[in-house]
């Protein structure tokens, strides 16, 4: 009868002993699972971060951004009755008069800079997809920047009266939207993004 005691004490003790053996590693265990994983996480969103970013090389953006110089120099023309009613206007522009007599003392300069962009550019694969649109939308803007010439000299509207009156509109408003255009492109080519200019970006793109 004495036995039975014992058996009852070494019965509970066994199992004291266990569900504290089999207790304390489930405190622990949680711990380390939730742990790992948080690490995993934080390192694999870096590593696809880093892998995804692709900035524009500085020769595409260099060559991309000169491109637009060939519509803006050729819608300086378009100023001219600003530039006498605002003379102030015309000083902005003094810095690059340089630029702008050496590129009219080339004969036919537009005509060259035009088929070298063209040519050379547009229509060389050898040049990034990002230069190609940005070197033709360049050039469907001085395509565009040239037919309001065309139309003048059709129609002559003389210097005086209603024609005169409305030509001189046209320049103004073509001038501001020509430099807008450029310090548009611009600024974006030199910042490796994408400019788009209404109209023109859907006929450049069409191009390429």
Same mark, same amino acid.
């Given at each position: ?40 996480s934080r390192s694999g969103s870096s ?28 819608s300086l023309q378009y100023g001219r ?19 702008? &007599? ?7 300069? &537009?005509? !060259? ?14 040049? &990034? ?22 139309? %003048?000299? !059709? ?10 009156? !409305?030509? !001189?509109?046209?320049?103004n408003v073509l001038f501001v939207f &020509? ?27 069409? %191009?390429?």
């Amino acid at each position: 009868m004495a036995c039975i005691p014992l058996l009852r004490l070494s019965a509970t003790g066994n199992l004291s002993s266990r569900s504290g053996l089999f207790l304390e590693p489930h405190v622990v265990q949680p711990k380390l699972i939730r742990a790992a994983p948080a690490k995993r996480s934080r390192s694999g969103s870096s590593t696809i971060t880093r892998m995804s970013y692709n900035p524009t090389p500085a020769t595409d953006r260099l060559i991309s951004a000169v491109s637009y110089t060939l519509p803006f120099f050729n819608s300086l023309q378009y100023g001219r009755f600003l530039f006498l009613q605002y003379p102030p206007l015309g000083s902005l522009f003094d810095p690059l008069l340089p630029l702008l &007599s050496l590129y009219r003392s080339i004969p036919y300069s &537009s005509f !060259v800079a035009f088929f070298a962009l063209y040519l050379g550019v547009v229509r060389n694969p050898s040049f &990034s997809r990002y230069v190609r649109f940005n070197s033709m939308q360049a050039v469907t803007l001085d395509v565009l920047l040239v037919l309001p010439l065309l139309l %003048q000299r !059709v129609l002559s509207p003389g210097r005086s009266g209603v024609g005169f009156r !409305v030509m !001189v509109w046209g320049h103004n408003v073509l001038f501001v939207f &020509s430099v807008l255009c450029f310090v548009y492109s611009f600024v974006s080519c030199v910042l490796g993004r994408t400019p788009y200019l209404p109209f023109v970006a859907d006929a450049a793109g069409r %191009q390429i």
